[in-house]
């Protein structure tokens, strides 16, 4: 089996979640599979320059070849086109304009894939909101498995996401709350997918004392692991541990591990590290008293599935659907919506010995029913295995659907799957769609209590 | 604050979630929702805040100026504004033309300022509104802090009534505590008693039981100098030997705890030097039995000394500097 890994930045020292999570993919498939992994020359998700040589060259093994972007983004025009598909009626020939504008406008890669897409077996498409997911998934639905790896953000309400969902051979999901939530915006039920999620290389053994002498860190402390962004909810965790430091003297440290965008309060009991290496990295949570993901919007936690590893607690932020979702069918962390929430629960996983233990033991036990590398593996494989042996549905696409209508169109074209064909050009640039925003709210939101991971 | 009892394998991070809620709620004493909150904001203001100083209708009243007053709308500038018209038309010869008007000039300066501009008056219409938000949020926060405080007050009031009645009540029954003959062992067997010292009295009971001096100790408010109660006639022997830091100022303190031991340790004061209030006759020795003459040499501290005889078998109630007991 050959297996074409897309995705939109690619290299062993880079650490963006979809990133980390197609590089772990690719590298574990590569055991059962050729896999080569197609990509951009970029490094930079923001601006999306063109760092790395075009060309092919091997990361841990695996063949990569990288494609250079037509254009960077320019923040400006990409703000203004959000703000045009995102907060008002507009037209699918906007959202392709934003999709442009938000890139990795990488033409030469679509390219690529649509004429070496008969020498792969599969090709698995990670971020379904970038520019080449878009491109490859159209320009090859029939051998298309994406990882949407989505977020409940406005990008999902908008109307050229759909057909993809609901044209590609299958999709690969995070968590049962992604699952729930793409199935309700694309009404894409009758894809086949399944909940995979990702595996972590956590090591079998762990160094907590060397990281304590390392970091000259010798009280029990909170661990943070991630970019250090207001996105991603570090604001309001500031603000809440500051107010618990305040009442509890002898309370947790907080030790912040990642590159910060916004600044860190200057506190004796706050310790900014810096991003490190995964050593450092997996040593400070086995050192950890437990694990704090204040983030809104997530796909997948990788870190807080690490902590669980280790057996390490998880105080998550209950407004993320999948955090919540994760902590209640784990058994495996505490959650808060508010400050009094924040600090009882943090002063309960910190006192409390027992359940602090307890939750750990219940996180790694989840761990690896749900996210250990041979689970993970073998749901890929299984899928392949299962849309190697699947009747193609009559009609080309999976489920009846079109740009915001749902009705239905699509065919089939030499025996392979055709996606839901993009309105003519007069219709294109009709504005008749609504805010990405307003349809998001339209979707059912809340945790999942039971699935698959 | 933590009290989650873990019981094996079986954790429900539900359940705790539940119970962290209701302790939240606890805590809080009334628990108010956001809806009862901002009604009273609303509504009663008046009755938690200076009503001159701040009103409860204020974002009511913003939204009825904006409405009333002529602002100008804003409008919104994109790349096709300029030609767009409801005659499509006129649009589509508008689009046909563009290229060859921008041959004369370049309109996205113009456009982005535009839009710029657009956005602009957008932002400050929000933020106008947004501040009067903030002025009606904080409003809402103080009725909040006000409704808190009133709770605080209530309760603390309320605790000290508790505390005062606990304490009378505290004192009402070491007051009327009974002495039961032979609850406790004699300390030293009869034969071995030394005689009684001239003014002392026998140390048997009726049953011929020893019968060991009990001390009570009493957790009063202490006053500053109340200790020190070497000037109180009776009392000045026990007091010259004791001192504050050793808790008992009588010699003979006995640390064992008797029938009437309250269970204080032996650091709290001896009931022997219950603090004389001014204006209450001191009980001297031999009136009630209580104020523990010095105990004879020889037998040591650790004996306390025994009550007066003729009072009976009974000890009688210490009475309560005071209070009477």
Redesign the interface.
Known sequence: MKLAVVVQRYGADINGGAELHARYIAERLSRHAEVEVLTTCAKNYVSWRNDLPTGVEQVNGITVRRFPVAHEREPYEFGRKSVRVFEQVHSVADELRWLDSEGPACPALVRHVEQASRNFDFILIFSYRYYHAWHVARRVPHKAVVVPTAERDPAIGLSIFGPVFRGVRAVMYNSPEECAMIQAASGNDRVPGVVVGVGSDVPDRTEPARFRRKFNIHRPFAVYIGRIDENKGCAELFSHYLRYAASFERGLDLVLIGSAIIDIPAHPKVHHLGFLDDRDKFDALAASDLLIMPSYFESLSMVALEAWALGRPVLANGRCDVLKGQCIRSNAGLYYERYEEFVEALYSLESNGPLNAHLGRNGRAYFKRHYAWPVIERKYLDMFAQLKKEVRPEGGSHAAGSYGAGSSSGGTESGRLKMEPLPNWFARRERRLPAGRDVLERIPYGHVRSGAA | ??D?S?RS?N????Q??RQ??G??RE?RGVDYTEDEIRELANVKLEKFLDPKGVRSELLEEFRRVRESTDTARNF?F?DTTLFASTRPFLRFLRRLLNPILKLFFNPTPLIEAL?IQSRLNESYNRSEALSYELMHNLVIELTRTGIEVKNLKMRLESMSSRLDFDERRARALEGVVQYRPGSVPPLHPPTGQPTAQPGQHNELDNEGNERRSRRRRRRGRRRPGEFRTGTTPGAGESASAGDETGGSYDEGADTSTGDFDCGQSADAPSFAEAPHEPGTPKPQSGEGGAVAPKPPSGEGGAVAPKPQSGEGGAVAPKPQSGEGG
């Open positions: 604050m933590s989650f873990v394998d954790v429900d991070v539900e705790i979630m962290i809620r302790r939240i805590k919104s994109e839009h």
